[in-house]
Every structure is written in C-alpha cells, then in structure tokens.
C-alpha cells in the first residue's frame, strides 16, 4: 500500500515570500506516480502536475516548481513570490501503476497575507 | 459544459435514510473515480470504473455504500441508512482511460450532511 504524508498542517506567509510543501511517499512499486493538486476556497481540486518515477527532472511552470528526489523520496513543491491567491489548500498524491486510485496526503492549507 | 459535474451540490438528510448522489464524467473519459472527503479522514477513495471492467470497490467503507455506472457515463453513489459520520465531501473525478498516470479532473463535490 503507498503512503503519502504532509507534515505541514499549515504555512502561513507574507505576500512576494517563497514558500515551499513538503511531501513525502512509500511505496513498494518500482514505477509509480506523483501529483499536486490545488484545493481553492470553492472546494474544486485542480491539477497541477504529475510526475512518474522515472523522470527525476525539476520542473518549472511560471512561480511554481517541484523537486522529485527518489534518495529521499520527497516530491516538494515550491511557490516563488506568493500572491494572495495561491491561498489555498495543496494536496500530494501518489499512485500506483498497478490501479489508478490516488492515495492523498493530508493536505497543507497555505495562507498568503497581503 | 466541459467539465465533471456533481449533483445535488448540498444534500442534507436524517439519519437512517437513503441518498443518492449524481456524477457526469467529462464526454469521453472511461474512468470514473469516487472519492471522500471528511474532516477526520482526509480525501480517500471509494471505487472506481473502467470502461466495462468490474470496477474496484475496495475503498467502499461498508455494505451500506454502492455504485453503479450506467452505459460507461453517468454514475450513481448510493448511501442506505445514512450515518452521522457519512457527512462529508463526496467528489468524483474522471479520466482518460486506465492507464495510470493519468490526470484526474475532478467535479465540485456534492456535501452530505446527516442529521
């Protein structure tokens, strides 16, 4: 069974301050995959990116960037100069090839202060 | 539209009866997913479709929880005798197809609440 963990509960920043989440997964397959997803206010869960085992590339999309590390299997998600809106809660997922179910982190609230 | 929808999008009810709630996938997704929302829990996953495949109803927390996915679109969650510790978010999500890795779009949830 995989196994995902948030162990921020909460980050709370100042607006322009660079925040990063951490997540942490088990699992026992060779090839998986990772996902962040965006919980807003409205409640919608919103994809932001997926990761499989084998590509251990950074990636960067506009503020955002992620950190896929296999030595410690780590998949932390960096916010460059917050805004007010990426208040919001941020959900890690990992999921196994063998099913497609996701199996969730607790989730991280991040509040940007203006 | 082009997106996952759920209804109703706030369901309140007694204890003891029964509730159904409604997904329609996005046109052309063959995988359907149920998942849980709840303050104790977190998200967690109730079942899942594929295509015309015996869904996956490991996630489903007692008998009193079924699914049913009528002609690979529209799916149905059925609670029976509902319980307080039902309430919660229920959300459902579709994607492509089985393979994995695959993008799960997800609909706004419809809140159950048991009195």
């Known amino acids: 069974a995989q196994k995902v963990t948030q162990a921020q509960t909460e980050i709370s920043v100042v607006e322009k301050e660079d925040v990063t989440l951490d997540c942490v997964y088990e699992?026992?397959?060779?090839?998986?995959?990772l996902f962040w997803y965006k919980q807003p206010p409205s409640g919608e869960l919103v994809f932001l990116i997926r990761?499989?085992?084998?590509?251990?590339q950074n990636e960067i999309s506009g503020r955002y960037s992620w950190n896929f590390q296999k030595s410690t299997s780590s998949f932390n998600f960096t916010i460059t100069a917050s805004q007010v809106v990426d208040s919001a809660v941020y959900f890690c997922?990992?999921?196994?090839?063998?099913?497609?179910?996701?199996?969730f982190g607790e989730g991280t609230q991040l509040t940007v202060n203006p | 539209g082009a997106g996952v929808s759920q209804s109703p999008s706030n369901k309140v009810t007694e204890k003891g009866k029964d509730v159904e709630l409604r997904c329609d996938p996005i046109?052309?997704?063959?995988?359907l997913y149920w998942y849980r929302q709840s303050l104790g829990q977190g998200l967690e996953f109730l079942i899942y479709?594929?295509?015309?495949?015996?869904?996956?109803k490991s996630g489903l927390p007692s008998d009193r929880f079924s699914a049913e996915r009528t002609g690979g679109s529209v799916s149905t969650l059925t609670i029976q005798r509902t319980q307080q510790e039902d309430s919660a978010v229920y959300l459902c999500?579709?994607?492509?197809?089985?393979?994995?890795?695959?993008?799960?779009?997800f609909g706004p949830g419809t809140r159950l609440t048991v009195l």
């Open positions: 699992t026992r397959d060779t090839t998986y995959y």
């Open positions: 990761r499989n085992s084998f590509d251990e």
């Open positions: 479709f594929q295509g015309n495949s015996a869904p996956d």
């Open positions: 999500a579709s994607s492509l197809g089985a393979l994995s890795g695959g993008e799960q779009f």
């Open positions: 997922a990992s999921q196994e090839t063998s099913g497609s179910r996701l199996t």
């Open positions: 046109s052309g997704h063959t995988a």
